[in-house]
């Protein structure tokens, strides 16, 4: 099976490249080269992304802008995350490819995320970077309806674990940026009250899911969209404490935690971020919160100790 993955340098594509490379032929595409066996690909030519779905059995595709970025140029971030992934998925269906997964986030559906979320919930999230990836999704899933191919999208919570290769965009995610913190100075520092619930998911748990899609028999064209979230739904205090903790059981050292103070009337809502249909759909929904933090430290200890290597 030849298995393309977009953004396969990026954060999440380059755990994806190294997990399933381990069983199948996985390639790795780039807007940017970076060596010769890579796959290049230009979203602005037809040509280009014919060529990288050519052979392929799966596109995984990751490559996006990401929120900040998203924000700061709106119309940006619908020609890369919605006109670009609509070119990609054209390519694909015409080079016979058989799945297309497609990479969204959890934000699509509302800011802030509270309650209980689950697929059945409207996605109505104006933020450009959340309304432009539910306009990629459109595109999928229409063609997908059509029976032109087998697509299928991933809402995506908060994802967290070390970079398969190294990564500088990778280090303004909660999780990341506190366990580095922790090995270079020594304090963990919350840029807010710490009230606030998330979502998080170990990246190890994303890349499995994404295997289990690769592997999986065809489903209902109805029925292609799913929430890959954990059932760990903290506050970023919590997420702190147990940053402190973990690094307390590594090396006896209990590191102060630093918040902002919270607004009045500020509270911590409720939050839901249900993946139960991605369960009945066979998925084993575990997850090692622990072994990915260790992992993670592992990877700060190696690049950002001032003696570290």
Same mark, same amino acid.
């Given at each position: 099976?030849?298995?393309?993955?977009?953004?396969?340098?990026?954060?999440?594509? @380059?755990?994806?490249?190294?997990?399933?490379?381990?069983?199948?032929?996985?390639?790795?595409?780039?807007?940017?080269?970076?060596?010769?066996?890579?796959?290049?690909?230009?979203?602005?030519?037809?040509?280009?992304?014919?060529?990288?779905?050519?052979?392929?059995?799966?596109?995984?595709?990751?490559?996006?802008?990401?929120?900040?970025?998203? +924000?700061?140029?709106?119309?940006?971030?619908?020609?890369?995350?919605?006109?670009?992934?609509?070119?990609?998925?054209?390519?694909?269906?015409?080079?016979?490819?058989?799945?297309?997964?497609?990479?969204?986030?959890?934000?699509?559906?509302?800011?802030?995320?509270?309650?209980?979320?689950?697929?059945?919930?409207?996605?109505?999230?104006?933020?450009?970077?959340?309304?432009?990836?539910? +306009?990629?999704?459109?595109?999928?899933?229409?063609?997908?309806?059509?029976?032109?191919?087998?697509?299928?999208?991933?809402?995506?919570?908060?994802?967290?674990?070390?970079?398969?290769?190294?990564?500088?965009?990778?280090?303004?995610?909660?999780?990341?940026?506190?366990?580095?913190?922790?090995?270079?100075?020594?304090?963990?520092?919350?840029?807010?009250?710490?009230?606030?619930?998330?979502?998080?998911?170990?990246?190890?748990?994303?890349?499995?899911?994404?295997?289990?899609?690769?592997?999986?028999?065809?489903? +209902?064209?109805?029925?292609?969209?799913?929430?890959?979230?954990?059932?760990?739904?903290?506050?970023?205090?919590?997420?702190?404490?147990?940053?402190?903790?973990?690094?307390? @059981?590594?090396?006896?050292?209990?590191?102060?935690?630093?918040?902002?103070?919270?607004?009045?009337?500020?509270?911590?809502?409720?939050?839901?971020?249900?993946?139960?249909?991605?369960?009945?759909?066979?998925?084993?929904?575990?997850?090692?919160?622990?072994?990915?933090?260790?992992?993670?430290?592992?990877?700060?200890?190696?690049?950002?100790?001032?003696?570290?290597?």
């Amino acid at each position: 099976m030849e298995i393309l993955v977009t953004g396969g340098y990026g954060y999440l594509g @380059a755990r994806i490249v190294r997990h399933l490379g381990d069983s199948m032929s996985v390639h790795a595409a780039s807007r940017q080269p970076r060596n010769t066996s890579q796959t290049v690909v230009d979203f602005s030519s037809p040509d280009s992304l014919q060529k990288a779905c050519h052979g392929k059995s799966v596109v995984i595709h990751t490559a996006g802008i990401n929120a900040s970025e998203s +924000a700061a140029d709106p119309v940006a971030a619908y020609e890369v995350n919605a006109v670009a992934t609509g070119r990609l998925i054209e390519a694909a269906i015409k080079e016979n490819v058989r799945r297309f997964i497609y990479f969204s986030t959890a934000h699509v559906y509302r800011s802030p995320l509270q309650g209980v979320i689950d697929e059945n919930e409207p996605a109505v999230n104006l933020h450009p970077y959340a309304a432009s990836h539910r +306009a990629g999704e459109e595109i999928l899933r229409y063609v997908t309806s059509l029976g032109k191919i087998d697509g299928v999208v991933l809402r995506l919570s908060n994802a967290f674990g070390s970079p398969a290769i190294e990564n500088s965009t990778c280090w303004h995610l909660l999780i990341n940026d506190l366990c580095r913190q922790a090995v270079t100075s020594q304090e963990l520092v919350l840029y807010s009250s710490g009230l606030q619930r998330r979502n998080f998911i170990p990246i190890e748990t994303v890349c499995r899911a994404t295997a289990f899609f690769v592997n999986r028999s065809s489903s +209902a064209p109805s029925d292609n969209v799913y929430n890959l979230g954990s059932s760990w739904n903290p506050t970023l205090r919590e997420v702190a404490e147990l940053v402190q903790q973990r690094y307390l @059981a590594r090396t006896g050292t209990k590191l102060p935690i630093r918040t902002a103070s919270a607004r009045q009337g500020e509270s911590s809502a409720d939050l839901d971020y249900s993946s139960r249909k991605l369960e009945l759909a066979g998925f084993q929904n575990d997850y090692d919160i622990h072994g990915e933090l260790d992992s993670l430290f592992r990877y700060c200890e190696s690049h950002f100790m001032k003696n570290g290597n």
